[in-house]
């Protein structure tokens, strides 16, 4: 998640040219439930994935799904995007909050416009808003790249954490995940945390700092796309791919592609179909009048070079499309 994207126009499409979308945003009328999808942002191999999973449940449950998202992980842009929705009046909203305070009062104007509301990915502080909570176990994430990462040093050495910024709950997870994690190897020595923004140039400059600081870095991990695509192009301009082992969040074509060719040594990924699919069926289900699951965490693993390749893998490497 969290992929800085620069498109024309402020209110996106998340899937145009991709996945294709189903209708418009909202309405009550009708025969068909209407649910909207409101992503984190435009184009982004998760959320791509994710409206997948939600589109295929969807079909299954004969619900109309239609999807939107900012052009960029910007408050502004999404609040203007939650306000559209919320005067259409959709059935239900499936959203991934880019900030886990400020959305707060978007989100209850969709509430108050009478749509049942369901976080998916990331969610709120305020834990009244929203009836349910689909998304990965960040802070497990975490500390399965703290362990990934030790593992990859030979478990001793200095070690850099990079993530967009303080705020978004599920990278702020991570972060934290990594820090116990990390702080239970007595060999290994987390010598800065970073927060270079959703600006994999910002990363790099970074990195560059760091490896100027700390020539003997051992390890980097970057909590979501950006910083790990800065990261490694930091490491290519010093000529130290693979020498500094860098870990890190999601698992896109192109990320999968370096994790091939050695650029990353371990990506840990997540499971975005099963998020959206999840996500679709509690909406459903509070539309149905029946039971809803207040939280749900679906599942993480670690993607290396040894088992990308292997056939229960698959389901966690993200899509370009549907």
Known sequence: MN??????????????????????????????????????????????????????????????????????????????????????????????????????????????????????????????????????????????????????????????????????????DRVTGFKEEIAKHPNIKLVSEQYPGDEAGKATEIVNGELSKNPDLSGIFAANLVTGEGAGAALKQAKKTGAVKLVEFDASPKQVEDLKAGTIQALISQEPLDIGRQGIDQAVAALDGKPVTKQIKTQLVAVTKDNVDQPDIAKYLYKQSC
């Open 3 to 172: 992929r800085y994207v620069v498109v024309a126009s402020v209110l996106a499409l998340a899937v145009t040219g991709a996945c294709g979308s189903d209708s418009s945003s909202g309405g009550t009328s009708g025969g068909a439930k209407k649910i909207t999808l409101i992503q984190g942002i435009a184009n982004e191999p998760f959320y791509i994935s994710m409206y997948c999973g939600a589109k295929e449940e969807a079909a299954k449950q004969g619900v109309q799904l239609s999807v939107q998202a900012p052009a960029q992980w910007d408050v502004a842009q999404q609040t203007q995007v939650v306000t559209s929705v919320a005067a259409s009046r959709p059935k239900a909203v499936l959203i991934a909050p880019v900030d886990k305070d400020a959305m707060a009062g978007p989100v209850r104007q969709l509430g108050g416009n009478g749509s049942k509301v369901i976080f998916v990915d990331t969610d709120l502080s305020d834990q009244s808003l929203g009836l349910s909570r689909i998304s990965s176990d960040n802070k497990l994430g975490g500390q399965l790249a703290a362990q990934t990462l030790a593992k990859q040093i030979g478990d001793k050495g200095k070690v850099v954490v990079l993530a967009p910024k303080k705020g978004i709950a599920t990278t702020d």
